[in-house]
């Protein structure tokens, strides 16, 4: 499969970072073999969806809010968009923004299908291994929730309705306008919605078009139509080859529309 934005190693690295810890919780004690040594889950697995939904959740409820709708831009394999689901009973359809098949095709078997799904992972610089894992309990807790999903880059019109919550995480710095991608998620967001942002600011060149667009501070792209909620930042990692790991930090904001 050609995807424009991942291949299969970085599939390996998102299947680890995102599932791998809740596998464990469901007993999948398979091992994640290592060309040279076994390498402890605390340094494959990463808390960080975890981290941002607690950060969403606890930023929401103090204000009293239980969205019904949501939209997440770039979710890669869905783990956010599940624990969020899990987090809040009242959201009942999530609508996904995600051109990466890849990503997509295997968010679907995970939260959706219930089918069965590949995990992935890294055993060197050059070998990837994988195992299969049943996805009935995942999707189990996801059935209550209508998902549409769409396999396309994100931009205005792209979404024809308003979302009482919007969540784009670590997206804009692989983007070719960043300012482009929260105006359009400001459009698709309902009067009294919230917005969740996050950034490493880890400006890609590649990408981005404009280079006055690559903000040190994702704040601005605010103005005094939109209160802020909150602000954090969390670690997030990613694994290169069996012991070689990149660490982020990122910045995340909450606002909501006044």
């Known amino acids: 499969m050609d995807d424009f934005y991942i291949d299969e190693k970085g599939l390996a690295a998102y299947f680890e970072i995102h599932w791998l810890d809740k596998l464990r919780e469901f007993d999948i004690t398979d091992t994640l073999e290592s060309k ?22 606890q930023t929401l409820k103090e204000k009293s809010i239980s969205p019904q709708n949501v939209l997440e831009i770039g979710p890669a394999l869905g783990r956010n968009t599940y624990e969020l689901v899990q987090a809040f009973p009242s959201i009942d359809s999530v609508t996904i923004v995600e051109p990466s098949q890849r ?49 396309e880059a994100f931009d ?20 070719e306008s960043p300012s482009k991608i929260v105006n359009a998620l400001k459009d698709a967001t309902d009067n009294t919605g919230v917005v969740i942002l996050s950034c490493s600011y880890q400006w890609n ?26 602000e954090d930042d969390h670690e997030y990692r990613i694994r290169i080859n069996e012991r070689h790991s990149l660490l982020f930090l990122t910045h995340i904001v909450a606002y909501q529309r006044c």
Not at 37 to 55: E, G, I, M, Q, R
Not at 125 to 145: A, Y
Request: proline share 1%; aromatic share 10%.
């Open 36 to 57: 040279s040594k076994v390498v402890p889950d605390s340094f494959v697995s990463s808390d960080y969806s975890l981290a941002v939904a607690h950060f969403i959740k």
């Open 156 to 175: 205005l019109n792209v979404v024809d309705r308003k979302h009482d919550l919007t969540v784009c995480l670590n997206v804009l710095d692989q983007c």
């Open 205 to 230: 060149k590649k990408h981005l078009k404009i280079q006055s667009e690559a903000l040190d501070d994702i704040n601005e792209y605010f103005d005094d139509k939109w209160l802020k909620l909150a």
């Open 103 to 151: 990503f997509l095709t295997n968010l679907k078997n995970i939260l959706i299908d219930g089918t069965g799904c590949e995990f992935s992972y890294i055993r060197s610089l050059n070998e990837l291994r994988s195992f299969r894992f049943n996805t009935d309990r995942i999707t189990e807790d996801c059935k209550h929730v209508n998902f549409n999903l769409l396999g």
